[in-house]
């Protein structure tokens, strides 16, 4: 029987309890963990989450052999020897690393100031008390360099808001309506699997699903229609798309005069993207240019989902934007899912100045992109001296990871790393600490997709002596002497400070008190139209005259990519399916799920270089170098090399990718830009 939620489940030996699955991805699904003997033996989908109903991912499915790996660090510890790989480890108090931390950051504030020490965190866990809470207050009362958010969504993120006001799309509960869905640069099975269950139920209903893609992948074969593209040129394909619909008159006049800015410019604008240019830049053939723009111009509700893809690229900002265009050439928004999504989180926004307290930091400090940690590193003048890392993984999940390595084996660079697995990077640290998993903490959490807020309460006492971000802040606030207010609240002064937003109604309803009740609510459903989008015009801006005003054309364009260097062979590293970012790389069981890196390319090149199936390759850039297995075969265009995951260096080879992605950043957000890079391939060795 589920139990329902209470603030004592820890004490409870056996039962099944209500929980939200912690980590970065857009479907944050409802758990119900079973517990036996204290522990967690079991992890299933929760049946009456009214979107994910149920239905987890096998990774999930299998976090248990994560949470109690024997790998788990249980203790702090202090590195003797050298940094990186040679790095060996003894445990100490948590007393001597915290007054460890606190002494050399004195000393660093008082003969270089705070700005000479810099945090740097990601989403590893999404409860965001623990990941822009606690965390902020303290660097912020510091007055440590900030860090620019930037490796995961910026540039699209950043190109929606400026024709579409913020993150605001489409219902995903309302995609089972839809009759043509386009997954555009998402891997979807792999990264928001429900989206997936959605569509076939659309699909069950007459929908038809296209997959835009660089890399026929599951979510490729998935699809009724695959249309290859080649990468970086999408912003091309959706101006294509637009040519037609203007030239045969399938363009919702009503709604765009209504709801649009600049839709006469556009139509003007978009006359040179004849089907004949497009085809040549895309690669996708002039009759697959027109039969995907008929049937989304005689489709209704037709539903895009715009994936990370499209927007990890130089261009990355600017494609997003012309995709974002597209719905309101024929009023899709007006249609019950309809439209598009790239994310959700506005209709989500918590009071982020409440939960943060900017107000407590007194004098402005540099704000450092997380993009180029390497250059931070090793250039900034004057120079980092101390990083703080949490919640991520940089010297696995970062570009240009020869730099970022080469920054952090600085002798004279003191770190520390809290988390919960000896990562890449804390093989780094001068001080390591240990993190609780989600389920042993009080957090909330949004998705960034669906229109639910959860509430996570504690399930299982922390393991060994690992502690929670929040608590580990607080500790240093005090050790640090802080004696503000705001670095002593509770867990739940701080999830009620978040949530009281009179600035987003949506939220009117959610506190936590009554999410103490039941566990997961819905943000309430305030329609996009009519209404006042958040853009300068409060309409849907096709013509962007902020966008001028900061050096963009003001119109959706396509804008190559960025000509950096002539090796063969365009690299996406993407995500692979089992591992959440670098989440499960050290988890043996998951690494076994995934089988071993590979990098998928056309046959012909295969074979122009003497390469099969099973053959080792080695992929070098002038970054760095890697090897992985071929996969010769007709799921990738010629000219294009893709790998799946953020692997470790497994079985002793070289897999880490982000040894050749470059630390360019992308024209919006300071986006990254991990899937421009380009690299040579060559036969290492045979099967
Ligand atoms: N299983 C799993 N799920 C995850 C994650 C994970 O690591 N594993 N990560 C989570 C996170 S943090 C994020 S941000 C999301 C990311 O998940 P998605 O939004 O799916 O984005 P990616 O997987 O980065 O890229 C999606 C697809 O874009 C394609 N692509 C690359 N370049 C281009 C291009 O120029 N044009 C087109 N059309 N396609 C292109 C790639 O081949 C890939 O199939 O997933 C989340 N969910
Ligand atoms: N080549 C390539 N590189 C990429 C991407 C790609 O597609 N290709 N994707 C990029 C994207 S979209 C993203 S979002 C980033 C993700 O980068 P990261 O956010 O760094 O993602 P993770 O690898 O999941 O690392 C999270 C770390 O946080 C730790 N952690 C989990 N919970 C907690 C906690 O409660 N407290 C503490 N202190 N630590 C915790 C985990 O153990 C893990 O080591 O990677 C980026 N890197
Ligand atoms: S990783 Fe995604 S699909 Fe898997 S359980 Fe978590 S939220 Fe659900
Ligand atoms: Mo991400």
Redesign the pocket.
């Known amino acids: 029987m589920r139990t329902t939620m209470s603030t004592t489940m820890t004490e409870e030996q056996q039962g099944i309890f209500p929980a939200v699955c912690p ?4 479907d944050q699904c409802g758990l119900l963990l079973h517990k036996e003997d204290g522990k967690i033996v079991k992890i299933e989908g929760d049946p009456e989450h009214p979107v994910t109903q149920g239905a987890i ?1 096998n ?1 999930v499915r299998n976090m248990t052999a994560r949470i109690y790996d024997d790998k788990r660090l249980q203790y702090p510890l202090k590195r003797v020897g050298p940094k990186g790989e040679e790095a060996s480890f003894e445990q100490i108090s948590w007393d001597e690393a915290l007054n460890t931390i606190t002494s050399r950051w004195k000393e660093l504030i008082a003969s270089e100031g705070p700005e000479s020490i810099l945090p740097y965190s990601f ?1 590893g866990n999404m409860g965001r008390i623990g990941t822009e809470g606690m965390d902020r207050r303290f660097f912020h009362r510091m007055g440590a360099s900030r860090l620019m958010y930037s490796i ?2 910026s540039a699209g993120t950043e190109g929606y808001k400026y024709t579409m006001g913020g993150s605001y799309g489409t219902d995903p509960e309302d995609t089972v309506n839809a009759k043509l869905i386009i997954m ?5 099975v ?3 699997m429900h989206q997936v269950m959605l569509a076939e139920k659309a699909r069950k209903n007459g929908a038809q699903i296209i997959v ?4 026929k ?1 599951q ?1 490729g074969r998935w699809a009724d229609w695959f249309i290859p ?6 912003a091309a394909l959706a101006l294509g798309m637009m040519h037609i619909l203007f030239n045969e008159g399938m363009t919702d006049e009503d709604f765009l005069q209504q709801y649009t800015l600049g839709y006469e410019e556009l139509r003007e604008h978009v006359k040179q993207y004849d089907p004949a240019s497009v085809s040549a830049i895309t690669g996708v053939p002039v009759v697959d240019i027109y039969r995907l723009a008929r049937l989304y111009g005689e489709t209704s509700p037709a539903f895009i989902r715009i ?4 927007q ?2 130089d261009n990355g900002g600017m ?1 997003v934007r012309t995709i974002a265009c597209l719905p309101a050439l024929t009023g899709q928004w007006l249609h019950p899912g309809g439209g598009a999504i790239k994310g959700n989180g506005a209709y989500l926004e918590h009071n982020l100045p409440a939960l943060q307290r900017p107000d407590l930091r007194t004098k402005s400090a540099r704000l450092i992109n997380m993009n180029l940690l390497g250059s931070a590193l090793l250039e900034l003048d004057p120079p980092i001296h101390a990083l703080y890392v949490y919640n991520s993984n940089p010297a696995l999940v970062a570009p240009h990871a020869n730099k970022v390595k080469a920054g952090l084996v600085r002798e004279d660079l003191f770190t520390v790393v809290h988390d919960l697995f000896l990562t890449e990077t804390a093989k780094y640290a001068d001080i390591v600490l240990p993190a609780t998993s989600s389920f042993e903490n009080t957090d909330f959490y949004r998705s960034y997709w669906h229109h639910y807020v959860h509430l996570q309460l504690p399930v299982i006492a922390p393991y060994g002596e690992s502690k929670a971000n929040v608590d580990v802040f607080r500790l240093l606030a005090a050790k640090m002497g802080y004696e503000d207010e705001a670095l002593r609240d509770s867990d739940e002064d701080m999830v009620r400070q978040a949530l009281d937003h009179p600035g987003n109604p949506a939220l009117a309803d959610i506190s936590y008190d009554a999410l103490l009740e039941t566990g997961f609510m819905k943000a309430a459903t305030l329609p996009l139209f009519p209404g006042k989008l958040r853009t300068p015009s409060g309409k849907i801006e096709l013509y962007s005259a902020d966008m001028a005003s900061k050096g963009f054309p003001a119109l959706p364009t396509y804008v190559p990519l960025a000509e950096t260097s002539d090796l063969p062979f365009m690299f ?1 590293p ?8 670098s989440t499960f790389a050290h988890n043996e069981k998951h690494v076994r799920m995934e089988k071993m890196p590979k990098l998928h390319m056309h046959n012909n090149d295969a074979s122009a270089l003497g390469l099969a199936s099973g053959d080792t390759a080695r992929v070098w850039n002038e970054r760095g170098e890697c090897e992985l297995v071929v996969m010769a075969g007709r799921d990738v265009q010629r000219g294009v090399v ?1 790998s799946q ?2 692997w470790a260096d497994t079985q002793g080879g070289k897999t880490r990718v982000n040894v050749l992605t470059p630390d360019r950043v992308a024209d919006m957000g300071g986006g990254a830009t991990f ?1 421009s890079g380009r690299v040579g391939v060559e036969k290492l060795s045979g099967a």
Not at 307 to 310: A, E, K, P, S, V
């Open positions: 980590l970065d991805c857009p991912c990774k989403y995961c969504e555009w640069g998402i891997n979807a792999s990264t928001n835009i893609d660089a890399h992948n979510t593209i080649l990468p970086g040129t999408d994936g990370n893809g499209i990890h690229h494609c996406i993407a995500p692979n399916h089992n591992f959440l970012n893709v995951g953020l899937f």
